[in-house]
């Protein structure tokens, strides 16, 4: 017999509506599921799994923002409930675009989906100057900064970021991701890590974090 928590994992997978995983997972609720295993079990095992599909190129982006939209909507569910338990975020995560660069669609997707698996993230949005990175470092005692280039001529944003959290002597690991961003690269610039894809990224930022 399949488990209400299978059932939540699969309707997030296939995308349905907002209404389903919401009346699935208040469901689960019901029948006195602890909220960890909820989130583990059913949201979060959802939203991996059309991850690693999208990884190995049986999924695409779109299927992959709906699925993000519908876990979003179990985990309002919850929300309170997850509150109550004392259910901290597995780490604080700072993203953005790097100055001079205005995409946003890759960078958005790994919010979301660093998001839905746990963390607390603060997505600044694009054109993002080093000294914004590094205020909001601080201000939130972040984790993890994440940044995010799609034009070989705003990659040099990226180092003059890192270098500008040196300076202030700030302890953040730090990652990169976007298409014209390498391993090598991140390593020339002392990145703590670089990912090629929005799972790769969550992943990364786990091992990292050691969570």
Known sequence: MVSVLEEISEAVVKAESEAKVK???????????PVKEILD?????GI????????????????????AKVMRAGTEVIKELMDKSGIKPIGKVIIGTVKGDVHSIGK??????MENVG????????DIAPEKFV????????DLLAMSALLTTTMPAMADTIQAVNTQGLKVTTMIGGAPTTQEYADSIGA????????????????????
């Open 119 to 126: 963390f607390e993230v603060h997505d600044l949005g694009v």
């Open 135 to 142: 205020e909001a470092v601080k201000a939130q005692e972040a």
């Open 48 to 67: 991996n799994v059309i991850g690693q599909m999208w990884k190995e190129g049986e999924a695409f982006i779109p299927e992959v923002l709906v699925s």
């Open 108 to 113: 958005s997707l790994v919010a979301m989906m």
């Open 23 to 33: 009346e699935l997972t208040q469901r689960a609720v019901d029948e006195g599921y």
């Open 41 to 45: 079990n059913g949201l979060v095992n």
């Open 192 to 211: 703590s890590g670089y990912a090629v894809d929005a799972q790769s990224a969550v992943d990364k930022a786990k091992a990292l974090l050691g969570v």
